[in-house]
């Protein structure tokens, strides 16, 4: 027996809407499935798919999972991704090298200093 990672699943309180914007952060293709689920389309090595799945309750508590992106040049990143549509938030990170932004349902996710 044996397991693949396969896809992230996303609950979203619009999907539509957190899937077209991910596919714009990523850069990834976006579609819609038979179940009519958002899915963003990973390339090659770049990991599993991502799934965003409609619930009708929003996003109350920090995530217990988060994703972390390593950037080429972290500000630019940021300033990107911030003019998409995110923002700071403090979830008690105090100075430190990354940066932690939410997604527009708040969902947070950081940016991590580029690699030397």
Do not use: Y
């Not at 179940?35 to 929003?58: C, E, K, Q, R």
């Not at 940021?78 to 969902?107: C, F, K, M, T, Y």
Request: proline share 6%; with cysteine; charged share 25%.
């Amino acid at each position: 027996m044996s397991l693949r990672f396969d896809e992230i699943c996303i609950d979203a309180h619009d999907a539509t809407m957190l899937g077209s914007w991910w596919s714009k952060v990523l850069g990834w293709p976006r579609h819609v499935d038979d179940d009519g689920d958002v899915v963003l389309d990973a390339p090659p090595g770049a990991g599993p798919n991502w799934l965003f799945l409609a619930v009708p309750d929003a996003k109350v508590v920090k995530n217990r999972i988060h994703f972390d992106f390593r950037p080429d040049d972290q500000r630019a990143e940021v300033l990107r991704v911030i003019g998409l549509g995110a923002r700071h938030v403090d979830i008690g990170q105090g100075d430190s090298s990354w940066v932690v932004l939410a997604d527009p349902e708040g969902n947070e996710f950081c940016i991590l200093a580029a690699e030397d």
